[in-house]
């Protein structure tokens, strides 16, 4: 068994709607929730804005993990967008699980504008996991490691 | 045909409490239901172990219940505490990663245990079985006239979320019941309300104060005799009414309507 | 044995899986309780005091004996607080003890002998509440 | 770049000065400052100056959220001449400075946010919104004091208003109401002049009984289905005379105005001031549908404006604006056993009371026993009744009006019946509002209600009354009242229509089924989703004067999109590269809005001049979510703002 690194600073891209899961985050800032500074969020319009391929980018650069948040099922503010992340990821995800990137690495989640403690929450177990599965070695391009 | 029930009877069926297992078999046995009772059965500890660390006092029921599964059958309950423990320690082998580890690291069960058998209180057999509508054909001696309050205390009802046995505030399966065997059912107040329970022993004047309650309630509504499915809730009540109002198990009236009372 | 109340306090919280921070004092639980008066410590009190940690006190409480386990508290708490729970927990620290049996093996051929018609059920309920 | 210390907000967990330094070394940057108010006149003024000087081509704003201050931003880099989507905000207070304590890993963090924006701006390209018109007309959705306020507020104004209610009557639950706090002047009083000016303004119409069936567009361009429900009577011919409700044999129903507590016609108006005076029959009622057989109303109507063959009606209507004004039910306390409603008919709900004293009431105002007719000697309120509670055990927020409207009950009470004999079961009594505490307080100290700090735990039939078994915490006691009639304060559920609305008008709504707002504090009447307000109780618990300010509040938003001739796009949208376009389609199917269509187009591949079947987005209708350009197989669409690489490009500078 692996002996796990005490200092071991997991990588975490987290994508958010604008509508949402950003919002929901802001709040969680303006509830002065904590969560790990390991996580750091970018911005889109909609879940569904989310190609694979950024997902699959973050783990060439040396991600740790990536979880995309969206509206929850039904409240999307483009109506539909995050029926196609689910399908997308759905399949996504378990292509990267057959590449070596075990599932619990990348997730997707439901935060509304009004969930702050959930998103507070979800990124603190998201990270926690990571943090018992350590770094990432698949899929890394070793060219961008120094 | 409806698969065979199991029947768990427990400790005080086969002592004090005789004739609410007797009516009970002899009932089932006119309506046709087949049972088995349980080969080995040990007593089910009375009352819910509430501590999460209280393994071993999960045990016994955990047996009942496995053995239920490995026969492919669902148990069968009749007294009120039988049946909380075993619906409870069922829900938390079920819903409780930590207990169903400990349960089965103890039990040492040939497959692992996840609650998967169904537990069913007498009651519920009749409603779900036989249908009180069909029931009320098969009476021979309609209790006609007779003003009977269901008396059915805590350990049926609460919790709810668990038991999901009947609305905890305003059941209504024994009334259902008395329906159908042509009695009329008296509705009051208090036939939740908790008849003091195990505390009978240390404190009887504590027991008293709230049977008088739930009897008093009772009788102020007009009722003649109550109805329990309970052992302890039975001794209570009697041995705190002034006689104007006796308590009887259910199944002694249900004997009696099926004409099969000796 | 367990010397310091901060950690009865948690073990009180574990082995009962409620939280008595949820608590609002609205008094429901003891509203409810069916022998609320004839306690000394009446539910939301219980409950305020495993929140506030005194634990000790809790132990010498007569509520502790006077609980029916009807969960009429648990089942009316707006809350979701199960004040029966915290009782059973606080008992069983008191029973848990060597020698702190609130009804031991000895007290039971009198208790029998006072009253024929005691069922098996009611011995037995009232040992496991009592007794470890 | 431009760093914001927001006070100490950011500056206390993150060192600016590094974030500066740091930033400097990125590429691209030509210039590095910080401000303790970026968002004050000050700050902006420096965003001005630091473009003009240097000649900046964008600027990175490192502060609060783009969701608070982008569009001040944005509007600075305008004024000085910059494309003002060329501004990037960092967001290093919500997302960093708030949500961690330690300042090196504050710091830290700020640095990485601050790169990913910077790498983003270095893809950007200057954005030109398009423009939009706007329909002058305004939809309302719901017909209670709230919609009734905003509609006559933009109508007053000067704008086509409709007013879409469910029930036969506008009027709401205000209507219901008896007497109404802190000031006891009645409901109706004040409400039915509303209800009539409503109906009589001319640039007001009304849409009675029915319901929104399909919203569809956007912001200055909404389309609407409006489903009109069968009245089975022709409103023009009508002349509201009533013979009709005389002569109908029907009269089981329950009265829905009186809350069940008296019965109605099958033909029926359900109050005597509804607007409009038109009755409606009740198919599930009526013996003519029930059983072919009758139709004495249409016997009887002069006027011939009986139709047993009306048909539901669709109205298919354009408006720039949609306010929400669904407003509330009170939450059934049957759920709640151990207070015996449903089963003890003397246990009533607040709004049934406000029914049993009003004097158009089923008892003409005189508050009797629903047991058996008596007058009672003793009556116990129960507030908080499913508010405060775990949410599998009811609503988790405080209904905030209860304890006002009890209060007004006792008092009520009190002063028509100085016999009888009130107390008020309470957790805490909750009166902020103006004049409000003062009104509790008059309750106790003038009128003598006995209010008891505690729950009740059961109600229990006893002998013929009520004992209502409770907890006073002041005395640390279990104590017994023998009531004869109990009230129970139920708490404020958003109508079960809430939700699906929220769902076809795009709107967000809390985990409670309320309309969420799209600030809580500085945007609380508009809804995220651009074009929809917010008025009344479908926000959040409210009382009526809450209510009416905030539906004031509600038109007044709405007036500044409808006074507009043109509203400027979002610039953010979808745009196909003609050349990689291989013209599968499958962005037309996946765009909720219809924004795409295909057309043949001559291209210049490379100088080989073709025509090829390629996407086009249509602009206006564009909402720029993104779903089209994850589905292009062959990498066409990208969205404006939100590029793929510029998405890229925030992932590698995180990930460095």
Redesign the interface.
């Known amino acids: 068994m692996q002996v796990k690194d005490q200092n071991f600073k997991p990588l975490v891209v987290s994508f958010c709607c604008n509508w949402c899961s950003y919002a929901g985050a802001d709040l969680a800032g303006s509830s002065r929730l904590e969560y790990p500074a390991e996580v750091k969020i970018i911005r889109i319009p909609c879940s569904c804005r989310v190609d694979p391929l950024f997902v699959l980018r973050a783990f060439q650069r040396g991600a740790d993990g990536v979880i995309i948040n969206g509206c929850h099922p039904g409240d999307c503010h483009y109506t539909s967008g995050n029926y196609f992340t689910r399908r997308r990821m759905t399949l996504l995800f378990s292509m990267l699980d057959y590449l070596g990137i075990e599932r619990e690495r990348t997730r997707l989640e439901w935060v509304s504008a009004a969930e702050g403690a959930r998103f507070a929450k979800v990124m603190n177990e998201f990270v926690g996991k990571l943090h018992e599965m350590g770094a990432n070695k698949r899929l890394g391009d070793i060219r961008c490691k120094e | 045909m409806d698969k065979t029930y199991l029947y768990y009877p ?3 069926l086969k ?3 005789k004739e609410l297992d007797a009516y009970a078999l002899q009932s089932m046995e006119m309506l046709g239901i087949p049972c088995k009772e349980l080969d080995e059965w040990q ?1 089910c ?10 393994i071993a ?1 999960r045990l016994s029921a955990a047996r009942a219940l496995e053995e239920a599964r490995q026969k492919d059958c669902d148990l069968l309950t009749l ?1 009120s ?1 039988c049946h909380h423990v075993m619906k409870r320690v069922n829900h938390d082998i079920a819903s409780d990663a930590d207990i169903r580890m400990k349960v089965n690291n103890y039990s040492e069960f040939e497959t692992p245990y996840a609650g998967e058998t169904k537990v069913v209180h007498f009651l519920e057999m009749l409603r779900d079985t036989i249908g009180f509508a069909e029931l009320k054909k098969r009476v021979l001696n309609p209790l006609t006239g007779r003003k009977i309050g269901a008396y059915y ?2 350990l049926l ?4 979320n668990v038991m999901q046995f009947d ?4 059941p209504y399966i024994m009334e259902e019941f008395l329906h159908a065997i042509g009695a009329e059912p008296v ?4 036939r939740n ?2 008849c ?8 009887p004047a ?1 027991v008293q ?2 049977c008088t ?1 739930v009897l ?2 009772a009788e ?2 007009g009722a003649e005799v109550l109805v329990t499915a309970c ?2 809730c039975k ?1 209570n009540l ?2 705190h009414d002034s006689g104007d109002v006796p308590t009887y198990y259910f199944t002694e009236l249900l004997a009696e309507a099926l004409g099969v009372k000796e | 044995m367990l010397v310091d109340e901060k950690g009865m306090q948690e073990e009180v919280i574990r082995m009962s899986g409620t939280e008595p921070k949820k608590c609002m004092l609205c008094g429901k639980c003891s509203a409810t309780c069916p022998p609320s008066m004839d306690m000394d410590v009446r539910p939301h009190r219980f409950v305020k005091n495993v929140k506030a940690g005194n634990i000790e006190a809790l132990m010498e409480s007569e509520s502790l004996w006077k609980c029916l386990s009807c969960f009429a508290c648990v089942e009316r708490c707006p809350r979701g607080v199960e004040p029966a729970s915290l009782v059973e927990a606080v008992r069983l620290l008191v029973i848990r003890q060597q020698g702190k049996n609130y009804l031991t093996a000895d007290d039971i051929p009198e208790l029998i002998a006072s009253d024929e018609e005691i069922p098996q059920q009611l011995i037995v309920s009232a040992f496991r509440k009592y007794s470890k | 770049m431009l760093v914001c210390w927001c006070g100490s907000n950011i500056a206390g967990t993150v060192d600016i000065n590094t974030v500066v330094e740091a930033s400097k070394r990125e590429p691209g940057v030509v210039y590095a400052t910080d401000y303790q108010y970026m968002c004050a006149e000050g700050g902006q003024a420096m965003v001005r100056r630091a473009i003009e000087e240097h000649s900046l081509t964008g600027i990175v704003v490192s502060a609060c959220s783009p969701r608070m201050h982008e569009t001040t931003f944005r509007k600075a880099a305008a004024a000085a001449g910059l494309n003002p989507y060329m501004v990037e905000i960092a967001n290093i207070r919500e997302h960093c400075s708030w949500v961690h304590k330690d300042k090196e890993v504050g710091t830290e963090k700020a640095v990485v946010l601050m790169r990913a924006a910077i790498a983003k701006l270095n893809l950007n390209t200057p954005l030109f919104p398009g423009e939009s018109g706007v329909i002058k007309r305004a939809l309302v959705i719901g017909g209670g004091i709230a919609g009734i306020q905003t509609a006559l507020d933009i109508a007053d104004a000067g704008y086509e208003v409709d007013i879409v209610e469910k029930s036969p009557t506008i009027g709401g639950t205000m209507a219901q109401l008896d007497k109404t706090f802190p000031t006891l002047d009645c409901a109706a009083c004040i409400l039915t002049p509303k209800m009539v000016d409503a109906a009589q303004h001319d640039k007001i119409t009304l849409y009675t009984y029915s319901e929104v069936d399909e919203v569809s567009g956007f912001v200055g361009n909404f389309s609407v289905k409006i489903r009109q429900k069968a009245r089975c009577i022709n409103s023009k011919l009508c002349n509201g005379c009533g013979d009709c409700i005389e002569k109908c044999p029907a009269k089981k129903a329950k009265s829905e105005f009186d809350e069940g507590l008296a019965n109605r016609k099958a033909i029926y108006v359900p109050f005597a001031q509804a607007v409009p005076n038109v009755p409606v029959i009740d198919q599930t009622q009526c013996l003519k549908f029930k059983t072919g057989k009758c139709g004495l109303c249409e016997k009887v109507c002069l006027p011939k404006a009986i139709n047993f063959e009306q048909q539901d009606e669709i109205i298919e209507k354009e408006y720039g604006v949609i306010i929400a004004a669904t407003g509330f039910r009170p939450l059934s306390p049957e759920r709640y056993g151990e207070y015996g409603y449903g089963q003890l008919p003397d246990v009533i709900t607040s709004l049934e009371f406000e029914r049993l004293m009003n004097a158009a009431g089923p008892t003409g105002g005189a508050l009797l026993r629903r047991s058996n007719g008596e007058k009672p000697k003793s009556i116990v309120f129960i507030q908080c009744v499913g508010s405060r509670a775990e949410p599998d055990k009811g609503k988790s927020y405080c209904s905030k009006i209860c304890c006002m409207y009890t209060a007004k009950h006792a008092m009520l009470v009190r002063d028509k019946y100085p016999n009888i004999d009130v107390s008020v079961f309470y957790i805490d009594v909750r009166t902020p509002g103006k004049n409000f505490d003062e009104f509790y307080r008059r309750a106790v100290e003038q009128y003598g209600v006995n209010y008891i700090k505690g729950m009740v735990g059961k109600i229990a039939e006893e002998d013929g009354r009520l004992r209502v078994q409770g907890s006073d915490l002041i005395e640390d006691t279990q104590i017994f009242v023998d009531a004869d009639l109990v009230v129970l304060a139920t708490a404020v559920e958003a109508q079960a229509s809430a939700r699906p609305l929220g769902t076809m008008l795009t709107a967000s709504m809390d985990q409670n089924n309320f309309f969420s707002e799209s600030h809580a504090k500085l945007r609380p009447v508009e809804s995220p989703t651009a074009g929809i307000f917010l008025s009344g109780v479908c926000q959040g618990p409210k009382d009526i004067p809450e209510t009416v300010a905030q539906a004031g509040a509600a038109a007044v938003k709405a007036l500044g999109i409808l006074s507009k001739d043109k509203l400027i796009g979002n610039p953010c949208i979808a745009g196909p590269d003609e050349l990689l376009c291989n013209g599968c389609a499958s962005c037309e199917k996946v765009c909720p809005y219809g924004a795409i269509t295909y057309a043949d187009k001559e291209i210049n591949d490379h100088g080989h001049r073709t025509t090829r079947h390629v996407a086009e987005i249509n602009e206006a209708i564009c909402q720029g979510c993104g779903a089209c350009t994850v589905t292009c197989p062959s990498g066409a669409m990208d969205l404006k703002g939100f590029t793929n690489r510029q998405i890229m490009a925030e992932v590698d500078a995180i990930c460095r």
């Open positions: 427990g400790c005080t002592t004090k409490a007593c500890g009375a009352v819910y172990p509430q501590a999460t660390d209280e006092t007294c505490a205390g805590c009802l609460r919790p709810s609305d905890p505030e305003n509705l009051y107040s208090y309300e908790c003091g329970g195990y505390v009978a022993l240390d404190d504590l104060k709230v309650k008093h309630s102020q509504k052992p302890l001794y009697t041995k």
